[in-house]
């Protein structure tokens, strides 16, 4: 019920639940653009300054920034003709947000309060590249959802050592995508 309150009173309540956001690692990717230096090649000696530095840095965009944003924000920080930057081959924009208001989230919604009723049901983001930005010129409604149930344990998992899902989370993946096939193609 706490979570309803916040979540309907955004106008209110959004600083005091963009603070409890940045709290912890996960959700305050949800909220900003994210920084992850991936890979660094430099000196090969442990007492001889490198004379050539190449860094990758992976940024996961927050919907409304582009490359383009991102590469002015990163030559602006480092303020150095010695530093060039250069977009990788093969990044893309971030998909477009799509809207709450279409038939195709009413019918998402529906399913997950069938299979998950406890749950509060709220557009957010998703914090990951996925296959659906191949999508993006295909069709408007594009919703990146995992009808799973994860806990801190399970998020330190993804993409880690020992990745799985729990039998439970599986079987309800099942009910859920059945039962959103059955929603969207009309049949009861």
Do not use: C
Not at 68 to 74: A, G, L
Not at 113 to 135: C, N
Not at 154 to 172: I, K, M, P, Q, S
């Amino acid at each position: 019920m706490p979570n309803r309150v916040v979540l309907s009173n955004l106008w209110l309540l959004k600083p005091v639940l963009q603070r409890e956001l940045e709290k912890g690692a996960t959700t305050d990717a949800m909220i900003r653009t994210t920084t992850a230096l991936t890979i660094f090649n430099a000196g090969n000696q442990d007492n001889v300054l490198p004379g050539k530095v190449d860094a990758t840095v992976n940024f996961r965009l927050l919907p409304g920034e582009t490359e383009t944003s991102i590469i002015d924000h990163v030559k602006r920080a480092t303020a150095s003709d010695r530093i060039t930057i250069a977009p990788r081959t093969g990044n893309t924009e971030p998909p477009p947000v799509t809207s709450t208001a279409s038939a195709s989230y009413r019918a998402l919604n529906r399913t997950i309060r069938e299979i998950f009723p406890d749950v509060v049901v709220a557009p957010g983001l998703m914090v990951a590249a996925t296959d659906s930005r191949h999508f993006a010129g295909v069709t408007d409604n594009i919703f990146r959802f995992s009808p799973v149930r994860a806990n801190a344990e399970d998020l330190t998992r993804f993409h880690g050592t020992n990745e799985r899902l729990g039998v439970e989370n599986y079987a309800d993946m099942i009910r859920f995508y059945r039962r959103l096939v059955q929603n969207t193609a009309g049949a009861q």
